[in-house]
């Protein structure tokens, strides 16, 4: 629906305490001391400092039940009946991972040091009281209570409230890119303070105390009042403050006092940093690693209990150390023996590798050329370091419509005025010509450019033009202007309807030859209607004008002269008023138009804007014939008109107002209080602006209060959601016939246009007007006034307040814009359902818009069945639901049995259900059979669903059917669904960074969303999966040597492999290669696995952990008894033993490693050679020259030996093949039973998609001759109605 | 195997500032090889490992059978054993005389073992219990042993030198070996050199440097099993005593398992350095050693080596059943793939 911003309330506030600001160089101790209390600016994000890191780190690292674990393990090797090993041998794993963690801290902190180090010492103009001047001044010695003096292009150093502009107007404009990604200019208002805004501001004069709330992290919100010495109380909002990080632009110098400082500013506290989620997979993690413990635990128990029963046995041995002890005894220390012993058994250092792995993951996703945007030269942005695998086990994906799916540039399409449908085909061919251009044209990218997000702000001196493009003006790109230059005017511009403008013209036109015919065919009342419909266009709004050509931002250009019969038309006006249905009004205005325009201006607070005396007499009523637009265009009274710049807060806004310009009704310049508009025929006319009340998702509408500039009424102009507005809009009730009977055709026909835009896919909007009693706004206004002061609860009361004012509205018409779908969409919602990922439309359009898009997207195929649910009430809504869960069933029953042809198993049911209904539906007794409703359809759509339920019906899903869901969304009312998914992505698109800020990652346009999740998905998911395995297989294999040893030493806890070598095995010479694994290997090829989306849904089998153990035993079985009986009865010493033992073992866990890996690159190779050489080189230095050390697994002179001799190689070759022969038979015995998968699905989908195009082919045939209306977004894509519903 | 190249494709570079890099590392496009365990590259690798291991293993059976070796048990446990009569009491010095004859010549070098089972001394109590210190010949761990040696670290206050149970525990039967020729026995001459690891005579253990050795000992006890102090182990070379004497480093460096031999001699020299002829032998052993009382049993072994050490018909047949199981393998993958006509990616 519309698309402003709302704020949408992270926290719910807390007690409203207060914040008191005032000069901080003032005389008041209390005062100085209060604001001495406050934060300074000076931002601190790192963790820790030089001195505190140590204790800190550790500290936090301590928090790891892992790192505990082995810290327990390290102490227990200290105690003297138990200790397995040397010490510091068992002190190594533990100081290596908590410094590895330690490293990588180090390293991210000090970046942040450094990036607060850069902001800190930025400079800006703080104001002295000793030198009576602003001083140049470090951001961070920046307090509460300074004057910061800040010029065109600075970056605002921390929240202010605006006290001066240089602008005459007193107002301020700001970019919040920074911010929130929003490029387009929002303006700030000087704080309305009475005495001095005219002559310089200086803070010596500045004596008035600020009170507002604290601290929060909502940026569209402010509040608090202003008290001035004098008493009086003005209130503050948001438009009043200055936000840290945004930057100033058009506006030469501004000077605000500091409210928030620092860390309390709303930009800081918005800055949360990554984010950090569990993963699916790591949570499965920790289940392994339980068993892993159960394991260790059992087989040190078999350990301690053979130890004991062995030394019971043995009746006075000569080599007997302390036959003392009681069996008993012995068998408990050895249990604590053998955990040390064994401790390996426990991935250590898997939880840094996984860590490690992610990293290397990001870095991938992050670099990828396929999800880089050219046009807003954007890339990924990963937020959430820790949850990339979780990517490749999604299974439901919610989707919001506007901006996700569809590019959210809106172009106007058509209108309805008055009940009578304006189709603009001339619009439509245009439209549809620029859609079908990408085709032909080099690159289809081209065509989505995006200007508006591209456009570069550059400040030529002072005067802060803005001097690139906005939204009027998507530019062409190099290559596309050859084919553009064919067209008669940009994109965004609209051809008019000729007999809309023929009708407007009529106008002007029967003002000057008030004998014309048309006149008579075009009735007065439908010309008011004509005429405040495109009034309401052009000033219903929050648009912001500026011209390139001009020092200020605002146009105060060339007006067009007041007609001379500017008189006449007013009387037009005033008497077609008189029209029966609206209420009377008195005309207030008796003077003429000049003095009004001119008392206007008197009133208004700031009276610095004025716009030039007219002085050209000649009339610019554009010629009356329909064609003479083209003429018009081209000449050269209109070039200043082109060079007018829109920036709207949303695309429909500047759409609409793009409209009305393409019929000459043009916004020419903006004020806080006034509006410059040019009629046709009429010329330049200022609007005092009253009220403007801004969009909210809640009231789905804005609305403005102003002057009418013919009239003299005091006018409401309300633009809004259809449904919304048809309900407010007065019925005609208890008035004269003929007119309600004029007025309920008026309604009924627009309703009808209506539902045909939405079938369109179009999105509406409806305008209507409101004629208000001066008496009646005078009691409005002081409710509103009491509102906007208000500190507490101010939204409910303003949000009541424009209620109280919306209602009864005369409806005038209804407008259709285009938004069009974003390159890709449908391939990439095949692809994705494809991989058995369900789909759902999350939108807050209606209907009717929603399942058009969903048939544009490939959503809802002509295959397909819809169901509708739309119900009034509870009992309703349980029967349909029941009763199209019967529907389904029938139908699948119905589906199977038919089932000979394949590509007819694409047939399946699409559920569509309104905001009300999912209400019902979402209560805790209908969720079941919601439930189990939507798992049996292909698809779902929700439709006028607010964030509320957005978020709700996402939790439901993710809770109750236990599945990983995704939520993608670009609109802060996309933020709840995003956070309340397991994985939440944000388009970071056109409508700011609020649904970025609240993602996992973010992604440029929808489409990535393909290759993220079949691609990258699927590969951190295998990856990481195999990796963790491999981890387990690693250390169970290598511990159950020592296991199997234990039955040959009396169990008493002693090894045949030096204990260095034991502990570094899995830290050093086989850590690597595994991550390697992790980060690069690719189980399928990139293109194969977006060409099959069918691979995606590789389910893993619990039983793949037992298999992954169970070979494990297997081969360290292999590898321990295969030397063991090689070398049984021989003079063999311990470490002799365990060396072939240990290097076979080496051999094994390397190769098993290639085995596994799908993909052998030159680093694999590199890092398997160098854990292997890395190995050798150790142990032969350590047999070398350690003659003393690692006591009593001395290694002196044991591999050189060994190394030479024959018997080595021979072992080593028979253990190592015969360890890994088992797995690679049943690996390629799997590959021959079960040709690759992906060999059939390349054949079957060929079939498939091949009748596909064929069926596709036909059927654009058949509606092509039907001469059914064709979507301008997907032409042959949209079915007619009957065939949606059937 | 089949070899799998990506081509990074190249498009052009424009102005922007986020724009990746594109390079094959980056976009994961690295030339790889792709392992893929398909019937047609496991059949003949299995042929080829198959036949190699079964090559291989006939090859070792071979060296094996052509490895002779003679085992007799002097334990005495059963009446019959003329070293029953040295289990009967704790006499000191008892000698039993063993009784044996060769058929054919044991062909030389021929290795002298002694054996002991069911004797724990890869016990990790056991493994630990010496110092490492005294070893090396530092005289001052002479005065206060490493507590490693618990137990055996003093005795009656003085400290034992070498102290622990590994050193305690040292074998100290030993044995002499003569061939009845005409009914004279001719001593057969052992070679007891070199029979310790090189690293061990040389690096691991030394003799403090004191002449005579005597005088470093002073103060100190001998192990409580030992008869004699460690400096009369042999007197009479003085290359072979103290810590450097060979039986004492032999019997250092622990055993793997707990069934084990450890060379005792060589026979290399004079009339036997081709071997022992076929006769009649008669072996004496001075008896000492307690065994029975943890059910071990002793014997001595006679034995030849090859280039893969001693006999051993285990790792023969082993490389013989793999390589076997290797050619099975592939002749069933060979079935298999005959039968599901894999179609192989070319």
Redesign the interface.
Known sequence: MHSLKLPFHIHRERLPRKRIVGPSFAEDEDLKKVLKSYQSNKIRTTKYSFLSFLPKNLFEQLHRIANIYFIFLAALNFVPVVE?FQPEVSLVPIVLVLSVTAIKDVFEDFRRFHSDRLVNRQLCDLYSSAQKDYVDCCWKDVRVGDFVRLSCNEIIPADMVLLYSSDPRGVCYIETANLDGETNLKQRQVVGFAPQSDSQFSPENFHSRIECENPNNDLNRFRGFIEHASGVRVGLHSSNVLLRSCTIRNTETVIGIVVYAGHETKAMMNNSGPRYKRSLLERRLNRDILWCVALLIVMCLIAAVGHGLWLKN?????????GEMSPALAAFYVFW?MIIVLQVLIPISLYVSIEIVKLGQIY?I????DM?N?EQ???IQCRALNITEDLGQIQYVFSDKTGTLTENKMVFRRCSIFGVEYPHEENARRLAVYEEDPNRGASRTVTLKSACSRKSLTCRSLSCNRSSVSLHTLTAESGEEDQLSSHPQAKTDVVPDPALEKKLNSLCSSLLHLSDGLFKTTSNLELTYITDFFLALTICNTVVVSSPGQPRHVVSGPARTPLKSLEEIKVMFQRLSFSPFTTMSTPQMKSSPRSFTSRLFIRGKSGSLTFPTPTNNSPSCPNPEPESYEETNGSSGEDSEDELLYEAESPDEAALVHAARAYHCTLRARSPENLLVELPGIGSLPVRLLHVLPFDSNRKRMSVVVRHPLTGELVVYTKGADSVIMDLAERPKGRKAPSAELYSHIREQTQKHLDAYAREGLRTLCIAKKVLEEEEYDVWMKRQLLAESSIENREELLLESAQRLETNLTLLGSTGIVDRLQEEVPETIEALQRAGIKVWVLTGDKQETAINIANACKLLRSSDQLLTANCDNKDACAALLNELIVEVQCGQEGVSEQREDPSSGSTGFILAIDGRTLDWALQEDLRSSFLELSRKCKAVLCCRSTPLQKSKVVQLVRDHLRVMTLAVGDGANDVSMIQVADVGIGISGQEGMQAVMSSDFAIPRFHHLRKLLLVHGHWCYHRLANMILYFFYKNVMYVNLLFWYQF???F???V?INSWVLILFNLLFTSVPPLIYGV?D?DT??DALEEHPELYQAVYVPSIFWITILDAFYQSCICFF?P???????????????SPINTSALFIILLHQ??E???????HALVLFLSAASYFAFVLLFSTFC??CS??T?L??VEP?QLS???FY??C??TT??AL?PR??F???F???H??AL?TKDQRQEAASESYRRRMQRWNQNHARTGLPVCADNPGLVPGQEEVLS | MNM?F?RTTM?EE?N???????TAF???R??????????G??IPG?LL?GLA?IG?GVG?LITSRSIQVLELDYTGTETSSPCYQCTMSNQSNCVCKLSFSIGTLFKGPVFF?Y?LTN????????????D??QL?GDVSYFKSPSS?C??YQRVNGKPIVPCG?IAN?MFNDTFKLYQIINGKEELVPFDGKGIA????YN??YRNPDYTPLKNAFNDTEKPV?WTKPAYELDTSDASNNGFINQDFLVWM???????????YRRITEGNYKDGLPAGNYSLEISYN???I????TKKVTFSNVS????Q?E??GI??LV?GS??VV?SV??LI??AK?R??E?D
């Open positions: 397995a043995l009746k006075d041995p000569i080599f007997q150390v302390d023996t991938f992050h670099n990828d050329l880089y050219e030269d954007s890339r040959f030493c009396g008493s806890g002693s045949m690069l690719q090829a990139a295969i063991y009986f090689a070398l049984a009865g021989s003079d063999v010493d311990g470490l002799s033993f365990g290639v085995i890996s799908h993909t052998l690159t030159w680093i003659i003393v006591h009593p001395n002196l002179g030996r001799t024959p018997l021979v072992i070759a028979v093949v015969t022969i690679i038979f690996r390629s015995l590959n021959t039973v040709p690759s060999l | 799998r990506y498009k424009g922007s500032a986020n724009r990746p890099s594109n980056t976009q994961q690295l030339p790889a090889w792709q392992p893929m365990l398909s019937a590259v496991v299995f490992i291991f291989i070792l073992y054996g004797y724990f001394q890869n016990q990790r109590k056991y493994g630990v219990s010496k490492f210190n090396i490693d618990q137990p149970a525990s690891w090189w690293t061990d690096i691991k099993f460096r622990r055993a793997a398992l707990p069934n084990f031999r450890k060379l050693y307690p065994v009382s943890f059910e071990g280039w893969m050490g001693g051993n285990f790792l082993a490389y793999i199981m290797c393998m069933v993958m298999v793939y599901f894999f179609p990616e």
